[in-house]
């Protein structure tokens, strides 16, 4: 069993910045990729940015350029620096954890964090 929670999402205007934080606790896991998605009201869930094992990034072009993935290895904590947000970028981020198990480390567990609102005014 894994968890995640998320934290750092608030209301901002236009133009400026948040950094939101997902931490994973658990026994016996290790994460194999980290990422964020969004999902605003109406449509459908949507990857914002993956960060995996070994250093590589992905992120959406909706967001490329402004958002920035990390990582803390030994906090097991995963980070979305937000910059020059827009309106369009509300929405609730959910931290996202695909991992392994001792034992079974080629298999691949998913996990999702409960979500943490992020709302742009103009």
């Known amino acids: 069993q894994v968890q995640l929670v998320e934290s750092g999402g608030g209301l901002v205007q236009a133009g400026g910045s948040l950094r939101l934080s997902c931490a994973a606790s658990?026994?016996?896991?290790?994460?194999?990729?980290m990422g964020w998605y969004r999902q605003a009201p109406g449509k459908q869930r949507e990857l914002v940015a993956n960060?995996?094992?070994?250093?590589?990034?992905d992120y959406a072009d909706a967001v490329n350029g402004r958002f920035t993935i990390s990582r803390d290895n030994a906090k097991n904590t995963v980070y979305l620096q937000m910059n020059s947000l827009k309106p369009e970028d509300t929405a609730v981020y959910y931290c996202?954890?695909?991992?392994?198990?001792?034992?079974?480390?080629?298999?691949?567990?998913?996990?999702w964090g409960r979500g943490t609102q992020v709302t742009v005014s103009s």
């Open positions: 658990g026994s016996s896991f290790s994460i194999d990729v």
């Open positions: 996202n954890a695909k991992v392994s198990f001792a034992g079974s480390r080629g298999l691949l567990h998913n996990y």
């Open positions: 960060i995996i094992s070994g250093g590589s990034t």
